[in-house]
């Protein structure tokens, strides 16, 4: 073959040659005409179809991106606290129909308490009502009401001594457990306001709760008993308070009744309020 011959291209090789860049003026100069019109090379290439753009599919509508905003947590209504009444028979209503705290879910009673309403000798004060008192709506019932009279009759606190009975908080506390610093501030006002209508000369304060409660301390049990408290009552009237064990305490740790022994010995000793 001639080297300068012009070279016979196929279609095939043409329009590959045309692909790498080869435009149709440049290939006419190295494709030599057949003698007969069949073998001729036809040397323009028909252009692949350019491939069409892909159908695109109708979009689907877009809804809008709804933001996940964690919605605040309702604000409890808070709970209106009622004037305390100054009138003791409207007192113990108020008391009865409280709903200051959670106990008031789970109450029978309220125990607002019982005893002499007239400048009592002496106001017994313990912490909670236990699961009698509830039923029945009065204070110091069942084993450790019937101790309590043993203790109070060792030192000469009878019948014939006038003597108020009631606790730090109104309602039982389910499953006898300790009362929670909330529920006490909810009650204290109605102990505070029967202490100034009942004008006692003497508060006995069974249990730490009752006592710190009374004395505003956060003293233990055994550093505020074995000495003689004052309090301050609404109306101004300083009021002794001795602090001793609660009888469901001593029930439950009998070797301590040799203290409450002592204490029961100093609050003899004590001379009443003064104006």
Same mark, same amino acid.
């Given at each position: 073959?001639n080297?300068?011959?012009a070279?016979?291209?196929?279609?095939?090789?043409e329009?590959?040659?045309?692909?790498?860049?080869?435009?149709?003026?440049m290939?006419?100069?190295?494709?030599?005409?057949?003698?007969g019109?069949?073998?001729?090379?036809?040397?323009?290439v028909? +252009?692949?179809?350019e491939p069409?753009a892909p159908?695109?599919?109708?979009?689907?509508?877009?809804?809008?991106?709804?933001r996940?905003?964690q919605a605040?947590?309702?604000e409890?209504?808070?709970?209106?606290?009622?004037?305390?009444?100054?009138?003791w028979e409207?007192?113990i *209503?108020?008391?009865?129909?409280?709903?200051?705290?959670e106990?008031?879910?789970?109450r029978?009673h309220?125990?607002?308490?019982?005893?002499a309403?007239? *400048?009592?000798?002496?106001?017994v004060?313990?912490?909670?009502?236990?699961?009698?008192?509830?039923r029945?709506?009065?204070?110091?019932?069942?084993? +450790?009401?019937?101790?309590?009279?043993?203790?109070l009759?060792?030192?000469?606190?009878?019948?014939?001594?006038?003597?108020f009975?009631?606790?730090?908080?109104?309602c039982?506390p389910?499953?006898n457990?300790?009362?929670?610093?909330?529920?006490?501030?909810?009650?204290?006002?109605?102990?505070?306001?029967?202490?100034a209508?009942?004008?006692?000369?003497?508060?006995?304060?069974l249990g730490?709760?009752?006592?710190q409660a009374?004395?505003g301390?956060?003293?233990?049990?055994e550093?505020?008993?074995?000495?003689?408290?004052?309090?301050r009552?609404?109306d101004g009237?300083?009021?002794?308070?001795?602090?001793?064990?609660?009888?469901t305490?001593?029930?439950?740790?009998?070797?301590?009744?040799?203290?409450?022994?002592r204490?029961?010995?100093?609050?003899?000793?004590?001379p009443?309020?003064e104006?």
């Amino acid at each position: 073959m001639n080297p300068m011959q012009a070279p016979r291209l196929n279609r095939l090789q043409e329009a590959w040659l045309q692909e790498i860049g080869l435009d149709k003026r440049m290939l006419a100069q190295f494709v030599a005409p057949l003698a007969g019109p069949e073998s001729a090379v036809d040397t323009s290439v028909q +252009a692949e179809p350019e491939p069409s753009a892909p159908k695109l599919m109708p979009a689907e509508p877009r809804l809008p991106v709804r933001r996940q905003v964690q919605a605040e947590p309702e604000e409890s209504p808070a709970k209106t606290l009622q004037p305390v009444p100054q009138i003791w028979e409207e007192l113990i *209503a108020h008391i009865g129909e409280c709903q200051a705290c959670e106990l008031h879910k789970g109450r029978s009673h309220a125990v607002s308490g019982t005893g002499a309403l007239t *400048a009592p000798e002496w106001l017994v004060v313990g912490e909670a009502p236990g699961s009698v008192d509830d039923r029945t709506g009065l204070p110091f019932q069942g084993k +450790a009401g019937q101790l309590l009279q043993a203790m109070l009759a060792s030192i000469q606190v009878t019948g014939q001594t006038t003597v108020f009975y009631t606790n730090l908080i109104k309602c039982r506390p389910l499953g006898n457990r300790t009362p929670t610093p909330d529920e006490i501030a909810a009650c204290l006002p109605y102990l505070q306001r029967q202490i100034a209508l009942l004008g006692p000369r003497r508060i006995l304060a069974l249990g730490g709760l009752a006592a710190q409660a009374l004395l505003g301390l956060n003293d233990d049990l055994e550093n505020l008993r074995g000495k003689v408290h004052a309090m301050r009552s609404e109306d101004g009237r300083s009021i002794p308070v001795l602090v001793t064990y609660h009888p469901t305490a001593l029930l439950l740790r009998p070797q301590h009744k040799l203290d409450a022994w002592r204490d029961l010995n100093l609050a003899r000793t004590v001379p009443g309020a003064e104006g």
